[in-house]
Antibody, heavy 118, light 109 residues
Framework: EVQLVESGGGLVQPGGSLRLSCAAS????????MHWVRQAPGKGLEYVSA????????YYANSVKGRFTISRDNSKNTLYLQMGSLRAEDMAVYYC???????????WGQGTLVTVSS | EIVMTQSPATLSVSPGERATLSCRAS??????LAWYQQKPGQAPRLLIY???TRATGIPARFSGSGSGTEFTLTISSLQSEDFAVYYC???????????FGQGTKVEIK
């Protein structure tokens, strides 16, 4: 069974940093690109960042470029999102999602809440 | 960036009735369109990909159609568990990244 379990969310002050993790199991992690998608309270879904299966290519939404860094450790079956210079508008539930070859998200984690507030 | 627009924002339907949800893309996305269902406090769940292919385990009452810029998700006979928010997502244009519609909430009439 495919499982994605996020962790690392919490309360952080504006301008602060946080690192999210996503532990994967039930599939060959190193064979799949992985994405982070977020959802602000009461709002819709927003793509945040993506990483290729071997970690060699990374992509970011304009809204987080230069502030967030995506990475992965295929030996640990874990995806990461290092978030810096956090703003109020970054407050959201962050989901990791397994990217199907063509582009849709077949599997999602349960999400981790990031709260940005002083 | 491709903008996805869903309508209506809220759809009030009685159990057993048919629900029709629309999704429009600002430019053609071919058939690279997915639909997701999200219930309160839960992660989204994939329903449809390739505009019309049901994901594994999705009941036959869910169907998708369309191509290019106009897409439809139809729920043929609404069950109590179908009341949720539905999102469309295009995966035709990379970069800058996949984009989602703003969602349609299907509520009990």
């Amino acid at each position: 069974e495919v499982q994605l379990v996020e962790s690392g969310g919490g309360l952080v002050q504006p301008g602060g940093s946080l690192r999210l993790s996503c532990a994967a199991s039930g599939f060959t992690f190193s064979s799949y690109a992985m994405h982070w998608v977020r959802q602000a309270p009461g709002k819709g879904l927003e793509y945040v960042s993506a990483i290729s299966s071997n970690g060699g290519s990374t992509y970011y939404a304009n809204s987080v470029k230069g502030r967030f860094t995506i990475s992965r450790d295929n030996s640990k079956n874990t995806l990461y999102l290092q978030m810096g210079s956090l703003r109020a508008e970054d407050m959201a539930v962050y989901y990791c999602a397994r990217h199907a070859g063509s582009g849709y998200y077949g599997y999602w984690g349960q999400g981790t809440l990031v709260t940005v507030s002083s | 960036e491709i903008v996805m627009t869903q309508s209506p924002a809220t759809l009030s339907v009685s159990p057993g009735e048919r629900a029709t949800l629309s999704c429009r893309a600002s430019q053609s996305v071919s058939s690279n369109l997915a639909w997701y269902q999200q219930k309160p406090g839960q992660a989204p769940r994939l329903l449809i990909y390739g505009a019309s292919t049901r994901a594994t385990g999705i009941p036959a009452r869910f169907s998708g159609s369309g191509s290019g810029t106009e897409f439809t998700l139809t729920i043929s006979s609404l069950q109590s568990e179908d009341f949720a928010v539905y999102y469309c997502q295009q995966y035709n244009n990379w970069p800058p990244g996949w984009t989602f519609g703003q969602g349609t909430k299907v509520e009990i009439k």
